[in-house]
């Protein structure tokens, strides 16, 4: 989702051709993805225990694979 969000922002910026809206969405990614990474992977860990741990060891962070792992 936050992958999806930053593209759409992104692409957007490129779109009206704005060197300073490009620089605002590279910035605000940074900060989602540290937000994410540092706070909310904690809660979730906290919340859900073992499940998160083996979910978060199979699922990628940010951007999804194509194929699965051992292929």
């Known amino acids: 989702m936050s992958f999806g969000t930053i593209l759409f922002y992104l692409g957007i910026s490129i779109l009206i051709g704005s060197i ?14 540290a ?9 979730l860990e906290a919340r ?4 998160y741990l083996v979910y978060k060891a199979e699922t990628p962070f940010l951007i999804p694979r194509i194929f699965p792992r051992g292929s």
């Open 48 to 51: 859900f225990g073992e499940d």
């Open 20 to 33: 300073s809206s490009i620089g605002i969405v590279f910035a605000f990614s940074i900060l989602l993805i």
């Open 35 to 43: 937000y994410i990474k540092q706070i909310e992977e904690r809660e």
